[in-house]
């Protein structure tokens, strides 16, 4: 059964033109073609989907005899088996606007790269078969040799993660999923096996079977056990030389993390100035960023990032700037000289799997649109034109957006932080990196030291008692600093591990507070 609505597939841009081929009647030898050329996926779009009983020009539903539709069926198995490797589809007929269609669901193929034949007929000679736009064609050479070194290579959001088991998919986040893309799968019906397999979201035999990363990724609750660095992390800088920041880091789901993510941007950095306009009734809002920019931005890191690197998607707002950074830079033909060029396409996505779900999400609207939405927020609200940026080895990428200009001074001014006693924590800011600077070298470190000045503490409780969500690498090194310059210790010193482990205080960490607010 398909996991999303046919109305959604046909009214709306979910799935773009290219991966749609509508057929008015079933043309066994237009089919094959075109099923061959969906499981190669040479763009790693994630295939496609063929639709017969819709005129392709008109878009009229004539649908399909429902007498026809066994012999349809059996006559694809026999595609099925023709095409090399073997490949098989998802078939289904569906009642559309009072007609029975049929819907062939391609996904891409995990054996490509696949053969067709040129006919039905004996001896027929066989033939690389791709997308080109929205057409199906016979690749030429120069595409057959690519597809050729292609051979075997599917992306990784689409692989099995054989250190994952089935168990490690989260019912809960299925279903939030399915209702929010008002899916027709019940999940209270089918066996969770059948609607994994449904979503596409685990591969394998019956006695293996596994998830995909995709599924990971989307629908566990701790990617992190079997995937590199998922995760995102925020770093706010509050001053131009980089010593006083906080680092937040966000896990989890994809999609949770990157509305947790924009939501905690959307409140440190997004501030709002209403002006007037003389001659204009209507006052005009600026934004220091516009937050349909980062958004995309963000959106676009989380697509096309790859997840077989040890390198986390991170997020830096400076006082003039937001860096959005991914992990490595993007595929070719793109390069550093020509990611800033008014039309910029990509041939070719990382991920063929994660663009589909982030659309189902409504987090994005289509391939290739990402730079000229963010290019078009920016513009609109006023603000410097977005830099993209990229080394010759495409090592990285980043997206800047510089913050307005009516903006620059205000943020400096305003964006500071009260997660612990304001007067206090200031103080020990200044003072600690004239008096101590061996001793106390971050603004964690100020903050861990005032919060153990009266109490024993765990590592969750100082993390809620300063703002963090989760331990990130400059907390764990915080931590480490204090616990080496004796400015802290273990309550239970023999049992690290302890389930009881806390921090306190000790006498030099108290004695070095005493003195600075003395002093």
Known sequence: MLPIPISQ????????????ELKQGFNPEDIIHTMCAFAND????????????????????IGVNPSEIDTILKKMIGLSNKIHYPYFPVVEPIIYKNKTILVIA???????PYKAPTSLGKNSEYKYYIRRNSSTVIAKHEDEKELIG???????????????SI????????????????????PEILKFEELCKSLNIVDGPKEYLKPKNIGLLLFSTDPK???KTPWIEV?????????????????????????LSLNYIK???IRERVQKIPGIAESKRIYSYPFEAIEEALVNAVYHKSYEIDAPIEIRIETDRIDIISYPGPLPPLNKYNLNDDIVISKRYRNRRIGDFLKEFKLTEGKNTGFRKIKYALKNNGSPEPEFITDDERTQFIARLRIHPEFIEDVKKTQVKTQVKTQVKTQVKTQVKTQVKTQVKTQAEDEILLVLKDIEMSSSEILSEIGLKSRTKRFKQAISNLLENNLIELTIPDKITSSKQKYRITKKGLKLLNDLSNG
Not at 9 to 20: A, C, G, M, V, Y
Not at 106 to 112: F, L, N, Q
Request: hydrophobic letters at 35%.
């Open 235 to 259: 770093t706010v800088f509050y001053d131009e030389i980089g010593d006083k920041f906080d680092e937040d880091v966000f896990d989890g789901d994809l999609v949770s993390q990157i509305r």
């Open 106 to 112: 391609c996904p891409g193929g995990p054996a490509r």
């Open 9 to 20: 597939l046909l009214e709306t841009n979910l799935i773009e033109e290219e991966r749609l």
């Open 150 to 164: 292609m051979s075997n290579q599917i992306p990784y959001d689409d692989q099995i993660n054989h250190k994952a």
């Open 42 to 61: 040479f763009n790693n779009w994630g295939g496609g989907y063929i639709i017969i009983g819709i005129h392709d020009k008109t878009k009229e539903v």
């Open 225 to 227: 056990k079997f995937i």
């Open 167 to 186: 168990n490690d998919l989260n019912l809960h986040l299925i279903k939030q999923y399915l209702k929010e893309i008002n899916s027709n799968l019940d």
């Open 267 to 269: 409140s440190i950095a």
